[in-house]
């Protein structure tokens, strides 16, 4: 519904910002229930804003990690997210948190996606903070144009856990949080940095079907105001 954007000089210096922020608000869930959840995005743009965020002295092993989607591609697979939050996000302090992958060595995606939303259920909800991120195809999570199930992902009214997604600009079958299970994160935050992705947020943010540019489910229909974290 309402959004805020944030600029920085730098992708290092937003790194560093969306890592205050984001800590910030896992300390406070943590102040008030004890505990505090993350789903996080993968992609090349969140490595640096993973390592900043590591480095944070908050009481990590009260805390658990998530994925907003994944590939279905076992942690050892280079195209796994599970592999690149291990290897730059669940170091340092941050190694005492709890992960919880979307991916399982289950026959199938659909088999894997019921037990990621039985594990996932868990999580009490809503997440305290969710980082997006959005392809210059104006996808987010995996709800991807043309998707096989992108109107049940994006409809509010299915409910909160993980589904599969099989789209042609994806690559391999994903799966992804729905949108209900993402919204409403006490701090949503989309993160993207470089001018291209600038201009596909504003196209996003004008007229059109969200089938065509689905980050326009989060930027119309979110509960909760969108933090837009952008470097050049
Ligand atoms: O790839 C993933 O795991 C996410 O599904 C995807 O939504 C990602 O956040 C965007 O595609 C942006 O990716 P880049 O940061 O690589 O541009």
Do not use: C
């Amino acid at each position: 519904m309402s959004t805020t954007l944030h600029t920085f000089d730098t992708g290092a210096a937003l790194a560093e910002g969306l890592a205050d922020a984001v800590s910030a608000a896992l300390a406070a869930g943590i102040a008030a229930r004890g505990t505090a959840s993350i789903a996080v995005s993968g992609g090349s743009t969140p490595k640096a804003f993973f390592q900043a965020l590591a480095q944070k002295d908050i009481a990590w092993d009260k805390v658990t990690v998530t994925l907003v989607d994944e590939r279905f591609v076992p942690p050892e697979s280079d195209r796994s997210n599970h592999a690149l939050v291990t290897a730059n996000l669940l170091h340092g302090p941050a190694a005492k948190a709890h992960f919880l992958p979307l991916y399982h060595a289950a026959a199938s995606a659909e088999d894997a996606a019921v037990l990621a939303s039985n594990e996932t259920a868990k999580i009490g909800v809503p997440f305290d903070v969710v980082v997006l991120g959005m392809g210059t195809d104006g996808h987010t999570a995996s709800f991807f144009p043309g998707g096989t199930q992108l109107s049940r992902a994006i409809d509010a009214a299915t409910p909160r856990g993980v589904i599969t997604m099989e789209a042609e600009g994806a690559g391999e079958p994903r799966l992804t949080f729905t949108f209900s299970s993402l919204h409403d994160a006490r701090l949503l935050v989309l993160h993207i940095e470089g001018e291209g992705k600038k201009v596909v947020l504003a196209k996003a943010e004008g007229q059109g079907d969200e089938a065509e540019m689905p980050i326009r489910t989060m930027l119309r229909r979110a509960a909760s105001p969108l933090q837009i974290y952008w470097a050049p």
